[in-house]
């Protein structure tokens, strides 16, 4: 069965610091792959995705992600962190079938210290 | 581009009346529409697939005549909590397919039931 595991429930991270948030996944073929991101009482705002091609991503607000097949990973990160990046993270995969259906990960909160 | 709204924010309701929630694509038409449920410091619950003139999918456990579905037109889906208890309060998010694969969010809807 397709799943999604984000290791890291919660992470900090000094301003300017880098940032890896890390995402496993579990899926027979080559999945669809994406990171959002929820502010506290928002919706979710999609920060990257990954179909097909050059296996590192460039999303919006600085950040990236690579797709490493071999690890069944899509990691997220960042080269330097700013404080209005404290929020949840949640990488999903598309599910099988055609349907749209995305399978998200338990999400990881980041908190940014001063 | 890819802006979902929904409507409203939030709603506070006494417990056995009705709710409804209003989600619309606002620069784009959406066949298919989704609806998600988040519990604090939770991930996304989907709760159903609701497509274009068509009934919703519900997925397992998800009370069908509870969550009312209609989708209506190509821009508006929506969700109605009938016969609301408190512990239908919830976060209520939904989100709008394009393509074959990526979703984008509503700023999701807080139902508080008295």
């Known amino acids: 069965a397709q799943s999604v595991t984000q290791p890291d429930i919660h992470i900090t991270v000094s301003e300017g610091a880098s940032l890896e948030l890390r995402c496993n996944y579990s899926y027979g073929a080559t999945p669809y792959l994406f990171w959002y991101v929820q502010s506290p009482g928002q919706g979710l705002q999609l920060l990257l995705k990954y179909f097909s091609g050059d296996t590192l991503v460039q999303g919006i607000k600085g950040f990236e992600a690579e797709f490493k097949r071999s690890q069944s990973s899509f990691n997220l990160r960042k080269p330097s962190v700013h404080w209005s990046d404290a929020a949840e993270y949640f990488c999903a995969v598309g599910a099988a079938g055609n349907t749209g259906k995305l399978i998200f990960g338990q999400g990881t909160t980041l908190q940014v210290k001063p | 581009g890819a802006v979902v709204s929904q409507h409203p924010s939030r709603v506070i309701c006494k417990s056995g009346t009705s709710v409804k929630i209003e989600c619309r694509s606002l620069?784009?038409?959406?066949?298919?529409m989704f609806w998600y449920r988040q519990f604090p410091k939770k991930s996304l619950m989907l709760m159903a697939t609701?497509?274009?003139?068509?009934?919703?999918?519900?997925e397992q456990g998800v009370e069908k005549d509870k969550f009312l579905i209609n989708h209506a037109s190509l821009t508006l889906s929506t969700l109605t909590v009938t016969s609301a208890h408190p512990e239908d309060s919830s976060f209520y998010i939904c989100s709008a397919r394009v393509g074959s694969e990526t979703q984008y969010f509503g700023p999701g809807t807080r139902l508080l039931v008295l």
């Open positions: 620069d784009f038409q959406a066949t298919t």
């Open positions: 609701s497509n274009e003139g068509s009934k919703a999918t519900y």
